[in-house]
């Protein structure tokens, strides 16, 4: 297990150093010393592509995350942050922002992070609300809830786009498709802030995630506070998944495959699975957003393009899997 992580780690690692050399636009290693960007290359190299691989890593990071923690909390293997609206509840604060761009030139990008950060906090309030009226309260309750959540969402985002004006709509449309291409130093550091701070809470529950596998009612025999635990992995997931949002644009099916992969690698204790999660997660984002600035190239696709076209048939034999296993 040891050397299966020792490996992956020593991939991620070349993966992200090998990816800003990866583009439209050949760079030699002397690059690499013109770390002010004072020539063409330089600049491509320092204020272009190196943020632009580190915020696919860490948005990587933090939606494996996110849907590791997710699948051990509702024992089921479809779910992702995306199930229960929590990236669509982020789309919608970061669209109302987008929308009124008056504001949106004021504060900047404070003001998608906290736009994203509200939308998602509010899809889990909505959820865990309709949960705890019901009597029976079980995890079947907030799935559906949270699917329901995501269609009135999109139906939320699909309003505000009809009603902006031509160019409002096409930022919506192209936001709307998970992109990496607004990606800067500055938006690095807000979004690492998010990822890392909901990194934390979700970490700290590693021992709670192993006991919720087995089901809630074991692990409140073993002195887990089901409804606080609940509630502090809903709140560290909206953190991160809000400040992902917030930068890319919601991109798809990464925490749903990330975890799943490194599942197989290193087992289900979440102590070891958390971290190395994280790691594939954002190895596998930092490739998927270099073939989709590669692929076509002079033309850039979104990101989020590649994530649901590997995404959609590793869903499919999820479902066969399962399926399969009953």
């Given at each position: 297990m040891k050397t299966r992580f020792a490996l992956l780690l020593v991939m991620s690692v070349g993966v992200v150093l090998?990816?800003?050399?990866?583009?439209?636009?050949?760079?030699?290693?002397?690059?690499?010393?013109?770390?002010?960007?004072?020539?063409?290359?330089?600049?491509?190299?320092?204020?272009?592509?190196?943020?632009?691989?580190?915020?696919?890593?860490?948005?990587?990071?933090?939606?494996?995350?996110?849907?590791?923690?997710?699948q051990a909390l509702f024992r089921n293997p479809l779910a992702t942050p995306y199930t229960l609206g929590v990236a669509s509840g982020a789309a919608l604060g970061v669209a109302v922002a987008t929308r009124f761009s008056v504001a949106l030139a004021m504060l900047g990008g404070a003001l998608l992070s906290v736009s994203a950060l509200a939308g998602a906090l509010a899809a889990v309030g909505v959820v865990w609300v309709v949960a705890r009226i019901r009597p029976d309260f079980s995890t079947t309750v907030l799935l559906l809830a949270g699917v329901a959540m995501t269609f009135f969402f999109s139906s939320l985002i699909l309003f505000l786009?009809?009603?902006?004006?031509?160019?409002?709509?096409?930022?919506?449309?192209?936001?709307?498709?998970?992109?990496?291409?607004?990606?800067?130093?500055?938006?690095?550091?807000?979004?690492?802030?998010?990822?890392?701070?909901?990194?934390?809470?979700?970490a700290r529950k590693a021992r709670?995630?192993?006991?919720?596998?087995?089901?809630?009612?074991?692990?409140?025999?073993?002195?887990?506070?089901?409804?606080?635990?609940?509630?502090?992995?809903?709140?560290?997931?909206?953190?991160?998944?809000?400040?992902?949002?917030?930068?890319c644009g919601p991109i798809g099916f990464v925490g749903m495959m990330a975890p799943h992969i490194a599942r197989l690698l290193v087992g289900s204790g979440h102590r070891v699975l958390?971290?190395?999660?994280?790691?594939?997660?954002?190895?596998?984002?930092?490739?998927?957003?270099?073939?989709?600035?590669?692929?076509?190239?002079?033309?850039?696709?979104?990101?989020?393009?590649?994530?649901?076209?590997?995404?959609?048939?590793?869903?499919?034999?999820l479902l066969v899997r399962r399926t399969e296993g009953r």
């Open positions: 090998l990816a800003p050399f990866v583009g439209m636009v050949d760079l030699t290693w002397e690059a690499l010393t013109d770390i002010w960007g004072n020539e063409p290359e330089g600049m491509i190299l320092w204020r272009l592509r190196v943020p632009r691989v580190l915020v696919a890593f860490v948005a990587g990071m933090g939606l494996a995350l996110g849907g590791a923690a997710f786009q009809y009603t902006a004006t031509l160019g409002d709509s096409f930022r919506l449309v192209r936001w709307l498709m998970g992109g990496l291409g607004a990606a800067r130093w500055e938006s690095l550091g807000a979004m690492t802030l998010f990822v890392v701070v909901g990194g934390v809470v979700v709670d995630l192993d006991l919720f596998m087995v089901g809630s009612e074991i692990a409140a025999s073993r002195g887990v506070d089901v409804s606080r635990t609940q509630r502090d992995l809903f709140l560290g997931t909206s953190l991160m998944v809000g400040g992902v949002v917030a930068t958390l971290p190395v999660s994280a790691v594939f997660g954002g190895a596998f984002l930092v490739i998927c957003d270099t073939l989709a600035r590669s692929v076509i190239a002079p033309v850039e696709l979104p990101v989020g393009v590649i994530t649901a076209f590997l995404g959609g048939p590793f869903f499919l034999w």
